[in-house]
């Protein structure tokens, strides 16, 4: 009798905007999930955060099948930060890590796929377009134009599970390393790939 593989075992993340979340995701099930509020201190408490979300699910990371992590656009510093742990982290295991942005990661049918930026602006996916930062304003009468809902949102409550599930879907395809989307001029270097410390146990 042949036995049937687990569905793979996904992780998901993001530190784009002043959050770290984390979401475990095993075939369609969400096994544990976790959401904090940061304005600083995504650095020290991303890693940490990842190990409760798999302790609480009862995994380890090596029984991680791929990861997913939030590429932005949002908070440059925030997506260096878990760009870099994902990149670290499949290096590390040997798995797929996929970028998955922020447009993607909070589409709703019948919204205008944007996320608040500064100075009364927002990052915004038009119809057919580039994504690009834009006023308020604009995008606020596209949206109305197009009879969509616009209500740019930074932390989703959802957005860890989304990223889980689109890497799940993706990861079997993927060829690239997930790569920061940024809309406007970085204003640091990006942080260097080194494969954080992994414990399992």
């Given amino acids: 009798m042949v036995q049937r593989a687990d569905p793979p075992l996904v992780l998901g993340f993001d530190t784009s905007a002043p959050h770290c979340t984390a979401a475990l995701l095993r075939g369609d099930q969400i096994l544990a999930q976790s ?64 970028g998955v942005d922020g447009f993607d990661a909070r589409e709703q049918q019948g919204h205008l796929a944007a996320i608040p930026a500064p100075r ?52 079997p395809t993927c060829t690239t390393s997930p790569a920061p989307l940024y809309l406007r001029a970085a204003d640091a270097a990006p942080a260097r790939d080194l494969p954080p410390q992994l414990i399992d146990g």
């Fill in 120 to 171: 009364a602006q927002v990052y915004c996916r038009l119809l057919g377009q580039a994504p690009r930062l834009m006023p308020e304003s604009e995008a606020s009468d596209a949206a109305r134009s197009a009879g969509l809902v616009f209500a740019p949102e930074a932390s989703p409550a959802t957005l860890a599970q989304r990223i889980a599930e689109l890497a799940a879907t993706r990861y």
């Fill in 35 to 98: 959401f904090e509020a940061h304005t600083r201190g995504q650095a020290e408490r991303l890693m940490p955060m990842l190990q409760e979300v798999l302790a609480e699910a009862g995994q380890t990371w090596s029984a991680l099948t791929a990861i997913g992590v939030g590429i932005g656009p949002g908070n440059f510093t925030g997506i260096r930060i878990a760009v870099s742990a994902a990149r670290g982290l499949a290096l590390g295991l040997k798995i797929p890590a996929v």
